[in-house]
């Protein structure tokens, strides 16, 4: 761990600490050293506590994901968990997907709850969270006001629409509370 003159800012390889902010590098597999490292005074876990992943869990093993969330529910009073992955890859689309993946050395071992937005959602209620919604990214996409949909068109010129519309099908956002149900933090 390095410090500054002032040792307000720590850093090494894989963390960072300045103030009340923490940047904690951590191998999710382990929950033990996950555990050690979060619970060591860095993290009040009474408080409302956001966890965000972004095509993260899907390279794990079900088993190892489904131990880390169900870590985080039996551990943190209020939590929101918000998840960005594949979905409905058990179509065509989602075979061609694996398979380029697979070809570049990306082994997908946790594609099995990436089946439909049932098993997103299912994988946070298993784990012990009150409450999950997931949406497709097509879903998102035709609920972003018009002005934002003729700016993205408009970046980024797009004349296979139906291309555009498998991609979005094949990813979502997935949603799962603990401690407060989601209608009451504006989820409907």
Request: aromatic content about 8%; some cysteine.
């Amino acid at each position: 761990m390095v410090a500054t003159e002032d040792d307000d800012i720590q850093f090494s390889s894989c963390e960072l600490h300045a103030g009340e902010y923490h940047l904690v590098g951590a191998d999710i597999r382990n929950i033990s050293e996950l555990e050690t490292k979060l619970l060591s005074g860095l993290l009040d876990t009474s408080l409302p506590t956001v966890f965000l992943a972004e095509c993260v869990l899907v390279y794990n093993e079900e088993h190892l994901t489904s131990a880390l969330l169900k870590w985080i529910a039996e551990h943190f009073r209020t939590a929101l968990f918000i998840n960005y992955e594949q979905v409905n890859m058990d179509d065509k689309f989602g075979s061609v997907m694996i398979e380029n993946l697979k070809k570049r050395g990306c082994n997908l071992a946790g594609v099995s709850v990436c089946s439909d937005l049932e098993s997103q959602r299912g994988r946070f209620t298993k784990a012990g969270w009150d409450g999950a919604k997931a949406w497709d990214m097509m879903e998102v996409y035709q609920h972003l006001p018009s002005t934002d949909v003729d700016r993205i068109e408009h970046l980024e010129f797009l004349d296979e629409q139906e291309l555009l519309q498998q991609l979005l099908q094949h990813y979502c956002i997935t949603v799962a509370c603990q401690g407060e149900s989601l209608e009451d933090i504006g989820f409907n």
